[in-house]
């Protein structure tokens, strides 16, 4: 059997790719319709040691792990716009960047993310925030399965997620600390279809504004009412999200703000505290 | 309710040696000794021992003996003392019993059945003391051909090469985390690696901040389930990443940190609140499949800017060689293959003890696969779990394996007497726990001390053992298995290790 190496096979050197980049002063704009992965990663990296800290990212289409090369010590900070479809694990272990995409996203947004900003004009799919650990990520419409798995805080680092439209299932498993927000936008009939929400969760807040029944969440996650201080939260999240996307799905602060929100948190720190024999 | 279990241990104390100075009370964690109400006499509650043995190395006057209880249930080879009293503890606690080190059980230790070659007459011995002996091991994804040019008296190298590490003995420490051990025992392997010139694994607490920059170097940090103390600068910092999916002790589950163990400093490690349980889920959530692993060890890749070799960490399961192949082909540089013997801190008795494979099964599968495959060279192995001493790491090379990972054996260097009550955060050796007036017995400095001794003593052993068989280089033993005979072994064992019998 032949060994494939898929992700590193073929990959060109940089001075055959720099052509695919347009370097002016502080911003490069990068053609990603003929790189590999790996190849416009290197572009990207390339562009930031030359100087630019805007990045505009044309005709992506598919490459994976946009944004994750851009670890710097100092740290920099880089804004990448991108027009297409990023592959999986945009912004994965993202270090305080700004990824803004307009297209949908693929699998594994914001991986391990540990700060930053991730805003998605469109949909993404499955593994959402995945053991995010700080920085925010709006998606304008729905995600897919698992989304906020492991998602942790510590002090004042709390992580937001805050989606438009709704999640599949396993939405907030083992979710550990953080913030997320479902605003249920494009609901049929104002019926999430999530089931498993939180399972396994012991730490963090999920908002949820739509309907979900009970059996549709985890043993280990309560529902609590909402108190002035969340709807304090909720108002800043919302106009920030409105300010996002606002133009684009024509909807207002007011009227998300208007309806009711179901707030949930873990019933315990400790859910499996009590399983042992010692 | 009344327990029903009888004691494990039974202290003697020698009365004419004792003078009642009272450091067994200070010692002993388990509350075994205790002073009367007028502090004329120490009173001993044996039921509490778990036979650590820290009060007899301790006592001034050499007055204790701690030895294992000898009354018993009627002797039954089915029905033993282990299980009836598991069973006891269990219909009292109604919960999955935990226990600390890897398996006690008496399976059949393959490393035991295997000898090891030496040269007679046919072909010389190296004498070590005299000759140079090569125990520096390279690790990780090696070029399928090198391609080097000649100019005048230069040699260079065209090839591009991957990441490698070296180190200077094929001995590292196996992962254990800060949470589950103490910052002076983590902090004692580390100050060993750096001396010794090999590596330590962070487990899955993450790297505290304040050791990056010194033992960043020499540290390979784990990404595991759980994504604890993960960040970009921790990735950065070290010298290899390993990502955990699994470990020999517990394969197939997760793990669970308990709150109270998640103190101030674990908690700023592995950024969580503190109080909080550390959850590991089973899986990695965003790993179902080969495919989503590559993903994964590619983006560590692009996070370290392909300067560090990645790890993958798997317990030796039944498809073992299957599941190594994939994991090569995902982009794995170093695979990490922990056998059914491996360590814990904490895992459910039921898991520690039967499941899994034998290490010395797995490495010669493993190694025989990747071999038929013609993609050995594409990753290195490192055989852990149970790894007591030189011949076994000696035999694990042969096998298959480049290096080995040592835990247990560096605990015990440490002062581990495997008493296996790890999971109860009162080890009194203070080596797993997180009580400041326990830790604090364990002195890193001394400790490293201990460390590289052992790896020094066992270095200059397997040089004894490469020169009887007239091998000067580590690297021409592995998987070298004609240097290896089975004993009381069977055929299929036999084929399965890839060795001949003993006379063959």
């Known amino acids: 059997m032949r060994f494939v190496d898929s992700y590193l096979e073929g990959v060109r050197k940089i001075d055959e790719i720099i052509k695919y980049a347009k370097i002016e002063g502080e911003v490069a704009e990068i053609d990603a319709r003929d790189l590999r992965h790996k190849e416009l990663n290197d572009l990207m990296r390339e562009c930031v040691l030359r100087g630019a800290r805007k990045l505009i990212l044309k005709n992506v289409c598919g490459q994976r792990y946009i944004g994750t090369r851009l670890f710097f010590n100092p740290g920099v900070n880089v804004e990448i716009v991108i027009y297409g479809t990023p592959g999986n694990d945009l912004g994965a272990f993202l270090s305080g960047h700004r990824i803004i995409v307009y297209g949908n996203a693929q699998d594994g947004v914001g991986n391990t993310m540990d700060s930053g900003e991730i805003i998605v004009h469109?949909?993404?799919?499955?593994?959402?925030?995945?053991?995010?650990?700080?920085?925010?990520?709006?998606?304008?419409?729905?995600?897919?399965?698992?989304?906020?798995?492991?998602?942790?805080?510590?002090?004042?680092?709390?992580?937001?997620?805050?989606?438009?439209?709704?999640?599949?299932?396993?939405?907030?498993?083992?979710?550990?600390?953080?913030?997320?927000?479902?605003?249920?936008?494009?609901?049929?009939?104002?019926?999430?279809?999530?089931?498993?929400?939180?399972?396994?969760?012991?730490?963090?807040?999920?908002?949820?504004?739509?309907?979900?029944?009970?059996?549709?969440?985890?043993?280990?996650?309560?529902?609590?009412?909402?108190?002035?201080?969340?709807?304090?939260?909720?108002?800043?999240?919302?106009?920030?999200?409105?300010?996002?996307?606002?133009?684009?799905?024509?909807?207002?602060?007011?009227?998300?703000?208007?309806?009711?929100?179901?707030?949930?948190?873990?019933?315990?720190?400790?859910?499996?505290?009590?399983?042992?024999?010692? | 309710m009344k327990s029903h279990l009888l004691p494990d241990f039974i202290v003697e104390r020698i009365e004419d040696r004792c003078n009642r100075c009272g450091v067994c009370v200070k010692q002993c964690p388990w509350g075994v000794y205790s002073w009367n109400d007028d502090k004329t006499d120490i009173l001993i509650d044996y039921t509490k021992c778990v036979g650590c043995q820290r009060c007899v190395v301790y006592c001034p006057n050499n007055a204790l003996i701690v030895k294992p209880y000898y009354g018993s249930y009627r002797p039954n080879a089915y029905w033993t003392k282990d299980i009836i009293s598991d069973i006891k503890k269990q219909a009292e606690q109604g919960g999955v019993l935990l226990v600390g080190t890897g398996s006690d059980r008496p399976y059949k230790v393959y490393f035991d059945h295997i000898l090891l070659n030496a040269s007679q007459v046919t072909n010389p011995s190296i004498d070590p003391l005299r000759e140079p002996m090569e125990l520096r091991t390279f690790l990780g994804r090696k070029p399928d051909q090198l391609e080097i040019e000649i100019r005048d008296d230069d040699i260079e190298?065209?090839?591009?090469?991957?990441?490698?590490?070296?180190?200077?003995?094929?001995?590292?420490?196996?992962?254990?985390?800060?949470?589950?051990?103490?910052?002076?025992?983590?902090?004692?392997?580390?100050?060993?690696?750096?001396?010794?010139?090999?590596?330590?694994?962070?487990?899955?607490?993450?790297?505290?901040?304040?050791?990056?920059?010194?033992?960043?170097?020499?540290?390979?940090?784990?990404?595991?389930?759980?994504?604890?103390?993960?960040?970009?600068?921790?990735?950065?910092?070290?010298?290899?990443?390993?990502?955990?999916?699994?470990?020999?002790?517990?394969?197939?589950?997760?793990?669970?940190?308990?709150?109270?163990?998640?103190?101030?400093?674990?908690?700023?490690?592995?950024?969580?609140?503190?109080?909080?349980?550390?959850?590991?889920?089973?899986?990695?959530?965003?790993?179902?499949?080969?495919?989503?692993?590559?993903?994964?060890?590619?983006?560590?890749?692009?996070?370290?800017?392909?300067?560090?070799?990645?790890?993958?960490?798997?317990?030796?399961?039944?498809?073992?060689?299957?599941?190594?192949?994939?994991?090569?082909?995902?982009?794995?540089?170093?695979?990490?293959?922990?056998?059914?013997?491996?360590?814990?801190?904490?895992?459910?008795?039921?898991?520690?003890?039967?499941?899994?494979?034998?290490?010395?099964?797995?490495?010669?599968?493993?190694?025989?696969?990747?071999?038929?495959?013609?993609?050995?060279?594409?990753?290195?192995?490192?055989?852990?779990?149970?790894?007591?001493?030189?011949?076994?790491?000696?035999?694990?090379?042969?096998?298959?394996?480049?290096?080995?990972?040592?835990?247990?054996?560096?605990?015990?260097?440490?002062?581990?007497?495997?008493?296996?009550?790890?999971?109860?955060?009162?080890?009194?050796?203070?080596?797993?726990?997180?009580?400041?007036?326990?830790?604090?017995?364990?002195?890193?400095?001394?400790?490293?001390?201990?460390?590289?001794?052992?790896?020094?003593a066992w270095s200059l052993e397997i040089k004894d053992m490469l020169g009887g068989m007239g091998i000067n280089a580590i690297e021409s033993l592995r998987g070298n298995r004609e240097h290896l005979r089975g004993i009381g072994l069977e055929e299929w064992e036999l084929r399965v290790l890839g060795i001949k019998g003993a006379g063959e």
């Open chain 2, 157 to 456: 190298i065209k090839t591009e090469l991957y990441p490698n590490l070296v180190v200077e003995t094929p001995i590292l420490f196996a992962g254990m985390s800060y949470g589950a051990i103490s910052k002076n025992a983590f902090l004692a392997l580390a100050m060993a690696s750096k001396e010794f010139g090999t590596l330590f694994c962070t487990g899955e607490g993450g790297l505290p901040k304040d050791m990056r920059e010194e033992y960043g170097p020499v540290a390979i940090v784990q990404c595991a389930s759980g994504r604890f103390g993960v960040d970009p600068e921790y990735l950065n910092c070290a010298a290899a990443i390993e990502i955990k999916i699994g470990q020999g002790a517990k394969p197939g589950i997760g793990g669970h940190l308990p709150g109270e163990k998640v103190t101030a400093e674990i908690s700023a490690t592995r950024m969580i609140p503190e109080g909080t349980d550390a959850l590991s889920p089973a899986p990695h959530h965003d790993i179902y499949s080969i495919e989503d692993l590559s993903m994964l060890i590619y983006a560590l890749k692009e996070a370290t800017n392909y300067e560090k070799p990645v790890f993958v960490k798997i317990a030796a399961v039944h498809n073992v060689a299957a599941i190594a192949s994939g994991i090569v082909r995902a982009g794995a540089d170093v695979i990490v293959i922990d056998g059914f013997r491996g360590g814990t801190g904490a895992s459910p008795k039921v898991m520690r003890d039967h499941v899994g494979i034998p290490i010395e099964m797995a490495i010669a599968a493993v190694d025989q696969r990747l071999r038929e495959e013609g993609i050995r060279h594409k990753c290195s192995i490192i055989a852990s779990g149970g790894i007591r001493c030189s011949a076994d790491v000696v035999k694990a090379i042969a096998l298959g394996a480049d290096a080995v990972y040592i835990g247990t054996a560096a605990l015990i260097a440490l002062g581990c007497t495997m008493c296996q009550k790890c999971y109860t955060g009162k080890c009194a050796w203070g080596i797993c726990t997180q009580d400041p007036n326990l830790a604090k017995r364990l002195n890193p400095k001394e400790g490293a001390k201990r460390l590289v001794n052992l790896l020094r």
């Open chain 1, 122 to 278: 469109g949909r993404a799919g499955d593994v959402v925030a995945m053991a995010m650990r700080g920085g925010k990520i709006f998606i304008r419409d729905s995600v897919g399965y698992r989304t906020a798995i492991h998602m942790k805080e510590y002090k004042e680092r709390i992580p937001l997620l805050v989606i438009g439209g709704t999640a599949q299932d396993f939405l907030g498993e083992y979710m550990a600390g953080g913030r997320v927000v479902l605003l249920g936008l494009n609901l049929k009939n104002g019926k999430h279809k999530s089931h498993y929400i939180g399972t396994g969760m012991h730490g963090g807040i999920i908002y949820l504004r739509g309907k979900v029944e009970d059996y549709q969440l985890g043993k280990e996650v309560g529902v609590v009412d909402m108190e002035q201080e969340d709807w304090k939260f909720l108002e800043k999240v919302v106009e920030e999200f409105c300010g996002h996307f606002g133009n684009e799905i024509k909807v207002d602060k007011d009227e998300i703000l208007g309806e009711k929100f179901m707030k949930l948190i873990p019933v315990t720190k400790r859910p499996y505290g009590k399983i042992y024999a010692y």
